[in-house]
């Protein structure tokens, strides 16, 4: 299956290569992402390109990501015996992070379907069970918390706001390109420092996670 990724990896970036990392202060929580240190200086108009075009969410754990793993993680995020979902999961490190946490159930939610299946080896990895899906809506039993990092990145995205609050009154997210929130249903309550893993050198404003809980 690892080799399966490097082949799609492949498509965009045919120097890279993918290998399992341990994600700083989560633990031993480990993701197949992009190699630390590529040098992505020298791409091409082509492959600039395509990676614009369909973006591989999952090369990356979203400076987000990383963020709210840590917070479940050290207890900033109360997960246990929870039915919780991650809405937009990319790698799987926020529904990974909750089932090592102590939630009852997780669902790793995203649209794309390489996501999908490496949330699901990323699961394998980590010795947890995720049930993985592609709509929030399929999901039949009462959700207590969705959880949702770095799914902001568009204006138009704001609508999943709605669309999660209809499926769950507990939403909590973490985002770091939405420097207010515009929806006054949610609250900010913390704000974390850290980059993307691998850090592939976003603008500093970027590095700024800020979470924020509905007040319902
Ligand atoms: C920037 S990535 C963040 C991934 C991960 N949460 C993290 O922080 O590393 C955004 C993710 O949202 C997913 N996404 C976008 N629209 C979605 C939708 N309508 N339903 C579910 N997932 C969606 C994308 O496929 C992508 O994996």
């Not at 009154?169 to 006054?184: F, G």
């Amino acid at each position: 299956m690892e080799d399966q990724f490097q082949t799609y990896l492949g498509w965009y970036l045919p120097e890279a290569r993918l290998e399992y990392s341990k994600l700083p202060e989560c633990g031993g929580l480990e993701l197949l992402l992009i190699e630390a240190g590529f040098d992505d200086s020298q791409l091409s108009f082509d492959q600039i390109e395509r990676l614009s075009d369909d973006p591989p969410y999952w090369i990356f754990c979203w400076a987000s990501g990383r963020a709210m793993a840590q917070l479940i993680l050290s207890g900033g995020i109360d997960v246990k015996g929870k039915v919780v979902a991650d809405f937009g999961a990319g790698s799987g490190v926020v529904a990974i992070a909750a089932k090592l946490a102590g939630a009852s159930q997780v669902y790793a939610c995203d649209i794309d379907e390489r996501c999908r299946e490496l949330t699901t080896l990323n699961a394998k990895r980590n010795g947890v069970e995720l049930h993985v899906i592609d709509d929030l809506s399929s999901i039949s039993e009462p959700i207590d918390l969705i959880l949702a990092a770095d799914v902001l990145y568009e204006k138009k995205n704001l609508a999943f706001l709605d669309l999660m609050l209809n499926a769950c009154e507990s939403v909590v997210i973490a985002d770091s390109r939405l420097k207010h929130m515009p929806d006054h249903r949610f609250r900010h309550f913390q704000t974390l420092t850290t980059t993307s893993f691998p850090d592939f050198q976003e603008a500093k404003a970027n590095n700024e996670v800020k979470f924020y809980r509905s007040e319902g």
